[in-house]
């Protein structure tokens, strides 16, 4: 599992929050209440269903899951996995686990999501399906996305683009 790197320098501010400084049990609660994130490499539990993977998140922050329901169902609807509700990880495909992380993230409906490569195991159809639900949250919910991405074809999507080139922002 990767770990969660603190700033060096400069200042993050998270809704009105500036969390430099913030103890652990604070940036938690910030990162648990304010981020999302669809990791690369998923960060799914094998042991836990992909309904269980889902509502984790929800489930640390002591939430009434009925109030999520509606739009779990819709998510996996929409997202194609409705019909693997009760499956394990490890039954499913590179492609259906990440559109389970991203179903973990989306139904949160955090301030900021954090993805990192959050399309590259899906073909170009779920990609673009994808890449419609995440530009909708962010208009409707006014949601930030800061995505790391190596596919040029995502970047219709984005608002702006800034390209790192060997640890430096090229212009």
Do not use: W
């Not at 809704?15 to 994130?37: A, F, V, W």
Request: with cysteine; aromatic share 6%.
């Amino acid at each position: 599992m990767q770990s969660i790197l603190i700033p060096t320098s400069g200042s993050v501010i998270i809704g009105n929050t500036k969390i430099n400084g913030l103890t652990e049990k604070e940036m938690c609660r910030i990162r648990l209440e304010k981020l999302g994130y669809i990791y690369q490499s998923f960060n799914l539990l094998p042991f836990l269903t992909v309904e269980e993977n889902i509502f984790l998140p929800l489930r640390f922050r002591k939430e009434n899951l009925n109030l999520y329901l509606d739009r779990y169902n819709e998510l996996l609807t929409e997202l194609g996995i409705s019909n693997k509700k009760q499956s394990y990880i490890n039954e499913l495909s590179g492609g259906k686990q990440q559109r389970v992380a991203s179903a973990r993230c989306l139904l949160s409906s955090p301030n900021v999501i954090l993805a990192d490569e959050p399309t590259g195991n899906l073909d170009s159809e779920n990609s673009n399906n994808f890449m419609k639900l995440l530009t909708e949250l962010c208009k409707t919910q006014g949601v930030t996305v800061v995505m790391v991405t190596h596919e040029n074809e995502l970047l219709r999507y984005a608002d702006s683009v800034i390209k790192i080139k060997d640890g430096k922002i090229q212009d």
